[in-house]
């Protein structure tokens, strides 16, 4: 049997056509019996990294599980935007209750499913950051700590978009909110806060945790149907860019989820049972200002008088998860990705 | 079969009789020993298929018996005071998507200043919430009202909270007539949910109504609580002819046929209530006493049609709305709107103080007297009172009143402690 190497041709993201690749490699949204799970017509904004992440994440989800699954929604932007009074744009067993207690409506359902004898049947929690890593933490590190049997997506925009823009505690450093305002003598968001959520996630030691963007969404696709194939507490953390709270042009919501990675500012790794086992390499290393400037809620590190050492503050925090997870290696650049098996 | 029972335990296997598939526990007294009891009935594999999950809080309690129930299984958890305030925001939610949860409330003060004795501030602060709240007298109708409150619930699909007093039933050890699994599994069919969250038929739950609906959605609910009003007395029936016992209903009442002046309450007082009545009768007074048993649903009509005939109405409640009076008065004030009846409202038994007998019938003389003033707190201690209202116009400063309070009463009871001004 000869073989022959995929060649990328996009050079600028890395990215390959479906075309390309054999069947068993394609992604599900190639697949015409994908389920769609969250239809055309939901009201997010143009260019929302959220909805295109949870379309490519459920999709996923819905495949790995021959479509026997339930999502259990958080209030945020996602429920929002997808359930405008009469209407629903989901096309799978959809259920909202409140803000902050997703993880544990999501621990009832998959006790209802084992009771009713239907234990083929998987749960999905999903929320935004601030339903993760704020007022939802206390139910998920409980769901966590029970494992119980749900994967859990958090679609982090970093602040609470939905209420128009306020910090959250995954709101980085120096980032500009309605509640961290670029004004006073350290404008922005403060640094030495916020909490790092996969990495608490691992800490309670569950099968699976892993990081994913919206610039690899092939990537994406491969850690939903790895998380599906534990039984147990997983954790499914999503970088999505967020045109209006971020303040970055529409049409650059992959390219910035691909610069949060390419710094290290947002680095992209598995775990499983509290211990990293894969990281996607940065293929080109690039300064955080590339990152930052062309991001409104960064614009004033970037006036007549730049914050040079604000950046640099910025940059340290990059170079330090570089150092943790090893993203940068001798053959990190042309290196392909891992598909897991 | 008749048992000499604590009424914890009695709840717990008559709640276990009525199958429970997911129970969710957090400890808070006085509730606790329900879910305790209910967790080794789970673990012991007797209550198969049953899932029992030990929560971080009350809020997730609540929360993972709301998933269970979206998803078809019959859920059950049990709280008190605080736990309630916690999961208050998944209450509402319970209610407002129409899932027919079970809830024993253990009825306990709330703080500040913390309290875990009895009296009715939980259950009243979450009146409005859209749940059904049953108030028993006694352990076996607490007990009783278990199996009824699963069957109202699930076929309404409104949840329901059976209101016991914390300590005063909770850990009572009395005489309960158990029933039987036979006779539950008859009286109680499988929870058959209308609407499930099932792959293979998907439906959007929870999902947002904004002004052009929610008022019909409200107004819905209004009116399947009223439809409450009329299950209720359909179902206590049905349990009746089953067991041969009177459990339940929307109100009960003892002595009221020629009464001028009635007693209204709820819950496990009004035992000590009908032993003082009983004495005035002796003494030749017309007096007889209502327990409301359906407080909500509020039975308007049944309240005013067995009040009006009387002269005076006297309400004994373990709960006030703070800067306004009585919570159950003002409920019984529009009831009896229109009636020549003279409503006089007692506030009693705050933070599990005790409401004996003899103070009973004093504040019944009183009333037989017509010298009941509208608004009465019952056994307060006005020295207290008077001393700390004038250390306040003294001194004006924030803070809690509790402390200064106890320094004034010199915990008589720490016989060594140093003493402090």
Known sequence: ?341 | MLRQIEGSRAVAETVALCRPEVVCAYPISPQTHIIEAVGVMVKSGELAPCEFINVESEFAAMSVAIGASAAGARAYTATSSQGLLFMMEAVYNAAGLGLPIVMTLANRAIGAPINIWNDHSDAMAVRDAGWIQLFAETNQEAADLHVQAFRLAEELSVPVMVCMDGFILTHAVEGVDMLDQSTVDAFLPPYEPRQVLDPDSPVSIGAMVGPEAFEEVRYLAHLRQLDALDRIPVIAAAFEEATGRRSGGLLSTYRTDDAETIVVALGSVLGTIKDAVDIRREAGERIGVVGITSFRPFPFQAVRDVLCGARQVVVIEKAFSIGFGGVLATDLSLALHGTDCTLRSVVAGLGGRSITRLALEDLFATAARGQLEALTFLDLDHGVVERERERMMATRRSGPSAENILRDLKAPRRVGAKEKS
């Open chain 1, 1 to 341: 049997m000869t073989t022959r190497p995929v060649r990328f041709y996009q050079v600028g993201s890395f990215a390959v056509g479906n075309r390309l690749l054999e069947d068993g490699d394609r992604t599900v949204q190639s697949d015409l019996n994908r389920a769609n799970s969250i239809d055309s017509g939901h009201r997010a904004c143009q260019g929302c990294g959220e909805a295109l992440g949870a379309r490519y994440a459920l999709d996923a989800a819905m495949r790995a599980t021959n479509g026997q699954m339930v999502a259990v929604n958080a209030t945020g932007c996602l429920e929002v935007f997808s359930t405008p009074y009469p209407e629903t744009s989901w096309r799978i067993a959809w259920l909202h209750s409140l803000f902050g207690n997703a993880p544990a409506v999501a621990t009832g359902v998959s006790a209802a499913m084992r009771v009713k004898g239907k234990p083929e049947v998987r749960v999905v929690a999903q929320a935004g950051d601030g339903g993760t890593v704020d007022i939802g933490f206390g139910c998920l590190s409980g769901m966590f700590e029970r494992n119980d049997d749900v994967l859990f997506i958090c679609y982090d925009n970093e602040g609470y978009m939905n209420t128009g823009v306020q910090r959250s505690a995954a709101t980085p450093p120096a980032a500009r909110t309605a509640t961290t305002d670029a004004v006073g003598p350290e404008p922005g968001n403060a640094f030495g806060q916020g909490k790092d959520l996969p990495r608490l996630a691992m800490a309670h030691d569950i099968a699976y945790v892993a990081t994913a963007t919206v610039a690899d969404l092939h990537d994406l696709e491969a850690k939903v149907e790895r998380a599906m194939q534990f039984r147990g507490a997983r954790y499914l953390h999503i970088l999505v860019p967020c045109p209006l709270g971020w303040g970055s042009a529409s049409d650059d919501t992959i390219h910035i989820a691909r610069l949060a990675k390419e710094t290290g500012l947002f680095p992209v790794f598995e775990a499983e049972y509290g211990k990293v086992t894969s990281v996607s390499h940065i293929r080109r290393r690039t300064p955080v200002e590339e990152y930052l400037s062309i991001q409104r809620r960064y614009a004033h590190l970037f006036g007549k008088k730049p914050r040079t050492e604000v950046i640099a503050r910025i940059q340290a925090i990059a170079d330090r998860n570089i150092e943790r997870y090893g993203l940068i290696t001798d053959e990190t650049v042309g290196a392909t990705r891992e598909v897991t098996a």
